[in-house]
């Protein structure tokens, strides 16, 4: 494992508020690091201290062993960097812009065709070279951002909110160009939809306050959550108490919650005592007592919940 | 590594293209050659002088340029730190001060090309008289140095903030008491409650002191100097405050 974008104990205070608490992660060259926070949790401010643009108060941050602060031209250059809202200068067309982008990268003449033409076949730009980027939807508007930081094909990723804003198409687009690209190389998006978590990253952290409170993989998380493995089920409203009876006296079951009563059926959750509890377990409890099931499912945890549990935890606690 | 030079140039070709991408360049170029002539004629009263010279041409410039240069100048940061564009900017491979160079080059470069645009001033002196064109090349050479030195305190100012009227009219107050300094008002007013070196030192300071010297056909070494330092000044000033403020 090659560790391409390596941050060692960030931080940043912005007056009396302490943004960015100590924040420190590595990420390997094949990795795709999902960013998560609520709003103001410090996503933002920790990209911007990663590629350079803001100092931090301590700590320090390398891209493929280049400290960004030590020497900043050589890192820069190793990394593309979308920032949030994907900024780009609105008064040029596309290929001018990207034209610009490959000047500064150091490409000229025939390179410098064959980097732009890449860059905007990866990000399907071709409708739209010739536009001006501010006359563009914002789909178009954030491609652009996206095609910018790839043109000169870099070992280093780094995207704030890449698919903010997006209709569905345009995020499962940029979801498939990340996992293309995420082979040979290291990629951190902040996000905080979290399905895109487990869309695209290989790794997700969660920071709250500045600091890192979780890190994992997308099913790591989900782990965390008291109803992981849970069994929901629906049976008719009068045979409840029997099948409550019935799975409380299981010896796979640690306990039965009611959910709700929706249109005469009652809803009930298995909590498991162990965690390979099935459902095909519990189908075969309720079938010994001859009680029917409407439906029946493995609860995997929802990523929303987890996230809400970690962020916020005096409310997630009592959900939980 | 490509040299500061090449980075500087890419930054100010895209800068110059900018400019003209709006009809806003053309509207400015236009209201800088009209002024420029209405001035000399109506105002410097160049006909009824009777003298084959253009002292009426060059002695608004001053005046002019502290509205005009700043209206350049206003954009050039606050618009980047706006748009966010400078997050992108700063963290593509190019130091800060090649950024600033690139743009101030291409702001300056820009108001050369308004300053050539009066060139049938200088054609019409011509046809009516035999003047010597020697000042008058030496005093659009000044003129576009003091203009630079506008600028870059322009480019200072417009780092400060993200909102252009603001950069305009701080950047405009701090050229008016640079040029204004030099005026025997203020002059003589310093001259009755401070020691002679100050008022002096304030002089000096004054780019209208140094402007009516190279009018006068005179551009001496201390002029350049003052000139040139005054605009290495004021984009270190600039590099240090993107250094600090960029990000906020």
Known sequence: MTVLIEAVGLHKR?????????????????????????NGAGKSTTMKMITGFLEPDSGKAEICGTDVFQEPKIAKAKFGYVPEGAPSYGEMTTRAFLSFIAEIRGFRGAELKSRIDRAVERAGLQPVLDQIIDTLSKGYKRRVGLAQAILHDPPVLIMDEPTDGLDPNQKHHVRELITDMAADKAIIISTHILEEVEAVCSRAVVINKGMIVADGTAEDLLQRMHYHGAVSLKVIADRADAAIRALSSASIVARVETVGKPNGHMLLRAIPREKTMTSAEIAAVLRAQNIPVDELYVERGRLDDVFRKITMPEEGSGNA | MRSTWDNAWIIAKRELRAYFATPLALVFLTVFVALTGALTFYVGQFFQRGQADLFPFFAYHPWLYLLLVPAVAMRLWAEERKSGTIELLMTLPITPFEAILGKFLAAWAFIGLALILTFPIWITVNLLGSPDNGVIFTSYLGS???????????????????????????????????????????????????????????SSLSFLTHFQRIVRGVLDLPTLIFFFSMIAFWLFATVIAIDQKKAQ
């Open chain 1, 14 to 38: 912005f007056g009396e508020i302490k943004a960015v608490d100590g924040i420190s992660l590595k990420v390997a060259k094949g990795e795709v690091l999902g960013f998560l926070g609520p």
């Open chain 2, 144 to 202: 576009f140095l003091m203009a630079g030195a506008f600028l870059a305190i322009g480019s200072f100012v417009s780092t400060l903030t993200k909102n252009q009227v603001i950069a305009f009219i701080v950047a405009s107050l701090i050229c008016f008491l640079f040029t204004m300094s030099g005026l025997d008002l203020v002059q003589n007013s310093l001259r009755a409650w401070t020691p002679a070196f100050f008022s002096s030192a304030v």
